[in-house]
């Protein structure tokens, strides 16, 4: 009964769910794809259907032209005074039976805008999500130790235009406010940045709030690096947003059914968790911005 639900639940993103039957087919479902120099340029699509069904790892080149990719990155440390937790701590806790990775990755997959959404991280923590789906990513490991460093790299491996960096801490993130980020910078392609902001409250948090993405240029990060500002431990929008002076930014307004503040759907906690188990069951399969912003407007 619970895997019906997990299936009725992932198929209201408009993808097939996929619920291992065994062990033995939990890694036959493996969803990771690992990206070198020495595959084929132009992986088709049901190539990428067979590696994703496979214990095999496939690799290939990135596609040549001009991409806009979403990036999850699990290394980075939210936290200063915990150095040692990083985000993939989080990221593999579960939510109704799925990773939060796996959560956050369905619904990035959403996104009509994003072409490619990569996954990183140092090598060793392979092993540590081969258990997520991440059929809709690429797993593409860094020795870089920064969050600019690894976005960097990514960016120039896809020949990205944008990157739009997601927590996987954030399973509600909403595909319909994420295309109105892409489409935004799209529209401004002299822009370094964009992102949502609330000028009724400068200070309402929207890492809290966890269903905004944000979004940068591949002419942002070379400016990050040009300013010796690659190697801060911070994720880059938090470093974007702390020098406005070396950036031109494109402020779009959150809709006010977001604004106010209290709202928080990013998971840090087990009582996050707890009240996110209960949005799900509110919400049923409809889980849209409007209709969380409803459930929690009720509860609180």
């Not at 009240?275 to 409809?286: I, K, T, V, Y």
């Amino acid at each position: 009964e619970r895997e019906g639900y997990i299936a009725k639940k992932l198929a209201s993103f408009g993808k097939r769910a996929c619920v291992p039957d065994s062990d033995e087919q939990r890694h036959r479902d493996t969803r990771i794809l690992i990206l070198s120099e020495s595959s084929p340029p132009f992986p088709t699509a049901w190539s990428l259907c067979m590696a994703a069904n496979s214990t095999d790892s496939y690799t290939s080149r990135a596609p040549y032209g001009r991409q806009t990719i979403a990036l999850i990155d699990l290394a980075i440390c939210d936290d200063a005074n915990v150095p040692e937790t990083t985000r993939i701590d989080g990221a593999l806790r579960r939510l109704d039976g799925l990773t939060l990775l796996e959560w956050c990755v369905r619904r990035l997959a959403e996104s009509t805008l994003i072409d490619t959404i990569v996954v990183t991280g140092p090598l060793a923590y392979r092993n540590r999500i081969s258990q997520s789906g991440l059929c809709h990513a690429r797993w593409v490991p860094s020795v870089h130790a920064s969050p600019t460093e690894r976005a960097l790299e990514i960016a120039e491996r896809f020949t990205a235009e944008w990157v739009v960096f997601a927590s996987p801490l954030c399973p509600f993130t909403d595909p319909t406010l994420l295309d109105r980020l892409v489409s935004r910078g799209w529209a401004n392609p002299e822009v370094d940045f964009v992102g949502f902001m609330t000028p009724a409250q400068p200070s309402f948090s929207l890492q809290s709030l966890g269903l905004v993405g944000e979004m940068c240029s591949a002419r942002a990060l070379s400016k990050l690096r040009d300013a010796n500002l690659h190697r801060e431990p911070c994720d880059v929008p938090a470093v974007i947003r702390r020098n406005p002076e070396l950036f031109q930014s494109k402020w779009i307004p959150l809709p006010e059914a977001l604004s106010r503040g209290g709202l928080r759907f990013r998971l840090d906690s087990a009582a996050d968790r707890d009240r996110a188990a209960f949005f799900l069951e509110a919400a049923g399969e409809d889980l849209c911005w409007q209709r969380l912003a409803q459930v929690a407007e009720r509860i609180s």
